[in-house]
T-cell receptor, first 114, second 118 residues
């Protein structure tokens, strides 16, 4: 088996507080970004997306911020609830080395404390 | 729509056995993707299809892995012979498009198959 694994960063947040999950992306040519949520035992599920010509987009209780200057993406969750506990992945989409690529980050685990 | 459907949900097999994972994409989606997720390497793209044709299989780890898509509603990922290091969760995803920006590039994932090779 595997003795060494990815160390997923973990964010612990009190129920009702706001959460901010960060993601650094690698390709300055990426022009579309998606946040996914993966609950235990399930596949990743779409939360919100943003195009590179925007710097902010809001959904229901979630906001995504994009800073292209420093290649940084963040997901803000308002009034965090127990059901928000999951691993959150960012995905950057764009052309890299002449090939269209859809690259997932390693993920951040969000734990909501009661 | 029921979403992307994968079977089986769990598979336990012995080293050397053949394993076949199955996927039914969302109807109308032209692209199908197979991913592998492990603690060691995270989520890795193995192969993807466009209109049933394999386009990029550069992520397939070795010749023991093969994938087919005989029609628009069915795909298989086969491992023969299986090895303990193949133990992982395998996801299938589908999307209407793969290229450019916009919501048609959103990939929809199945619940995954957890494979354990003893």
């Amino acid at each position: 088996g595997e003795s060494v694994g990815l160390h997923l960063p973990t964010l612990s947040v009190q129920e009702g507080d706001n959460s901010i999950i960060n993601c650094a992306y690698s390709n300055s040519a990426s022009d579309y970004f998606i946040w996914y949520k993966q609950e235990s035992g399930k596949g990743p599920q779409f939360i919100i997306d943003i195009r590179s010509n925007m710097d902010k987009r809001q959904g229901q209780r979630v906001t995504v911020l994009l800073n292209k200057t420093v290649k940084h993406l963040s997901l803000q969750i308002a009034a965090t609830q127990p059901g928000d506990s999951a691993v959150y992945f960012c995905a950057e989409i764009g052309v890299s080395s002449g090939t269209y690529k859809y690259i997932f980050g390693t993920g951040t685990r969000l734990k909501v404390l009661a | 729509d029921a979403g992307v459907i994968q079977s089986p949900r769990h598979e336990v097999t012995e080293m050397g056995q053949e394993v076949t994972l199955r996927c039914k994409p969302i109807s109308g989606h032209d692209y199908l993707f197979w991913y592998r997720q492990t603690m060691m390497r995270g989520l890795e793209l193995l192969i993807y299809f466009n209109n049933n044709v394999p386009i990029d299989d550069s992520g397939m780890p070795e010749d023991r892995f093969s994938a087919k898509m005989p029609n628009a509603s069915f795909s298989t990922l086969k491992i023969q012979p299986s090895e303990p290091r193949d133990s992982a969760v395998y996801f299938c995803a589908s999307s209407p498009r793969y290229g450019g920006t916009g919501s048609k590039n959103i990939q929809y994932f199945g619940a995954g198959t957890r494979l354990s090779v003893l």
